[in-house]
Each structure stands twice: as structure tokens, then as C-alpha cells.
């Protein structure tokens, strides 16, 4: 079952512009993680950001973590051409499976 | 290194027909084994789950079945396919640095 949502569903912006996008879950979670889908294909894990962090850094990636209002959000800085995908974020259920938004589209316009 | 193979890439089969995607993972042992299936343009549904051989959990009831005949080895199987039955399928094993996909079958039931 899902119950991550991510806002928004689709994004388009011009390259070298930053990418935000948000995620809402529903229940209390250990950590939250966020994963890149280049179209039709697998996917790729970008950052895994824990319940007792609000936000961590990796290369030109942000991830912030609000665990009283259920949200976190990913923040592409300078974004490039190959940054188009589809990007998701997931938390951990019980027999720790990942549970699943339904995906924020980037597009990065050249 | 540990390292996911999923095959076929893409798959093309009639409605009524047999499916029978295969996962097998290399360099770890006992790994949790997982299937995923993708809907356009949506988030990821699990389907199955596996701890151990012989020990498959489902998700969501439906007209697939999973085996795990040996330790990394996850097979996803249909009798009689049906045309609800498209979809993009993930699997994925979750080591001890988070979750790692293979790379998908497209599958289109015609």
C-alpha cells in the first residue's frame, strides 16, 4: 500500500534552476528515503535521511525531514539535462518494506 | 559486491499465457527479497516479500504468485496472465546500506 504523496506531480524547469519537491507520509516512521526512476527503468537510491535528523546533504541534493508535520522534501540544486527522471520517496514498513509515494516527475528543460 | 539480476528486460505475452520473471542476487546471503510492480505513471505497489527460501508473504491478493526455490533466487509467476497484469516489475533485495532494485521487466499483456 502507498502512503507517501509526493507534491508535486509533475515538475518542468530550466536547467541550472533548483528542483524542490515534497513528500507527506501518514505514520511514524524510523527513516525516510528518496530514489530516482530514469524512465522505465530501475531505480536508483538517492538519500536515506533518519527520524531523528531534519536535514542531510549529499553533492547537490538536500533532503529535509519534518517529523511533527509528516513531510520531507528534496531539493536539486543547479540542475542539469540528466537530473529528468522520476523521483520518489519511500518509508519503511513493518518486514521492512518500503512504502511508496507516487512519484514526482522532473523534467529539465535544456 | 553485491549485485541484483532481474531478466527479462522487456516482455511482450498473451492474455491467458504463463509469466515467470526471475531475481537472483550475488554476493550475500539470506538477503530480504522483494517484488514490485509499477503502473504507468504511478508509485510502486508491493507484491511479495520473502525472509528466507519456501517463505513468501503477499501484499495484495491477485493473479500473480511468488517462489523463492533457493536462497538468492525470487521468482514472480502467473498461470493465465491478465491484461490488468501490465506493468513494470521491480526486484529488489534490502542490505544493510538500504534497498537495491534491478534494473526491470517491462511486461505488456496483449
Known amino acids: 500500500s502507498q502512503q507517501g504523496e509526493e507534491d508535486p506531480q509533475a515538475l518542468s524547469i530550466q536547467e541550472g534552476e533548483n528542483a524542490t519537491m515534497n513528500c507527506s507520509y501518514k505514520?511514524?516512521?524510523?527513516?525516510l528515503q528518496w530514489y530516482r526512476q530514469n524512465s522505465g527503468r530501475g531505480l536508483v537510491h538517492l538519500i536515506l535521511i533518519r527520524s531523528n535528523e531534519r536535514e542531510k546533504h549529499s553533492g547537490r541534493l538536500r533532503v529535509t525531514l519534518d517529523t511533527s508535520k509528516k513531510s520531507s522534501s528534496l531539493l536539486i540544486t543547479a540542475s542539469r539535462a540528466a537530473d529528468t527522471a522520476s523521483y520518489f520517496c519511500?518509508?519503511?514498513?513493518?518486514?521492512?518494506?518500503?512504502?511508496w509515494g507516487a512519484g514526482t516527475k522532473l523534467i529539465i528543460k535544456p | 559486491s553485491q549485485t541484483i539480476h532481474q531478466w527479462p528486460a522487456t516482455l511482450v505475452q498473451p492474455v491467458g499465457s504463463p509469466l515467470s520473471l526471475e531475481c537472483t542476487v550475488e554476493g550475500t546471503s539470506n538477503p530480504n527479497l522483494y517484488w514490485y510492480r509499477q503502473a504507468a505513471g504511478r508509485g510502486l505497489q508491493l507484491l511479495f516479500y520473502?525472509?528466507?527460501?519456501?517463505?513468501i508473504s503477499s501484499e495484495v491478493p491477485q493473479n500473480l504468485s511468488a517462489s523463492r526455490p533457493q536462497d538468492r533466487q525470487f521468482i514472480l509467476s502467473s498461470k493465465k496472465l491478465l491484461l490488468s497484469d501490465s506493468g513494470f516489475y521491480l526486484c529488489a533485495w534490502r542490505g544493510a546500506g538500504g534497498y537495491t532494485f534491478g534494473s526491470g521487466t517491462r511486461l505488456t499483456v496483449v
Open positions: 520473502s525472509v528466507g527460501i519456501g517463505q
Open positions: 505514520t511514524s516512521i524510523n527513516n
Open positions: 519511500a518509508t519503511l514498513g513493518s518486514n521492512y518494506q518500503l512504502i
